[in-house]
């Protein structure tokens, strides 16, 4: 299911008219309990910094408030790592509509058919679909994702590792091609 930022769960969803108290709770309880609910993870970290050293553009498009997005970003320290990022404050439809996959392509001067789209979810999967973006399915992180995509994506990669190693085969035949 795909909807709403945490705030605004919170302020459709809360009987009580003093949302805003409860949002800075919602977002105090966050920032705390972040650091021992979720775990670095020092492969995803490596990838990052190596596609970027590779001068990769990287985005991101969250379902997840622009407030939350960025305490965790900060505990994870991947807070300059990303050229462009796109929450669902930043759009009116949330995935699986394409608005915010086609808003980072904008943002980032890229076309459709040079970008890559990554995701753990059926409604990301059906986002880079609908924004016609080559779409890869990772199942590297189980806790947090769709064991099962009723829409195939394009690629599936089951660990950072295998990932890794389509990159390297990848730049090995763009190499060769030069």
């Known amino acids: 299911m795909f909807g709403p930022s945490e705030t605004g769960i919170i302020r459709e969803n809360l009987i009580d008219s003093n949302h805003d108290q409860a949002i800075e709770l919602y977002y105090e309880k966050y920032s705390e309990k972040h650091r021992e609910l979720v775990l670095d993870n020092e492969k995803i970290n490596d990838l990052l910094l190596q596609l970027k050293r590779e001068g990769y553009k990287l985005g991101i498009v969250t379902g997840k408030a622009r407030r939350s997005l960025l305490i965790s970003l900060e505990c994870l320290n991947m807070n300059d790592l990303f050229d462009v990022i796109i929450t669902g404050d930043d759009v009116d439809t949330p995935k699986p509509h394409p608005e915010g996959i086609n808003k980072a ?74």
């Open 105 to 178: 392509l904008e943002h980032l001067n890229i076309k459709n058919s040079e970008a890559v789209f990554l995701g753990d979810s059926e409604a990301d999967i059906l986002a880079g679909f609908q924004a016609k973006v080559h779409t890869i399915g990772v199942q590297w992180l189980p806790n947090y994702q769709t064991l099962e995509f009723s829409v195939q994506p394009d690629q599936m990669f089951s660990s950072v590792d295998e990932f890794i190693q389509h990159l390297q085969t990848i730049g090995m035949n763009n190499c060769e091609s030069k």
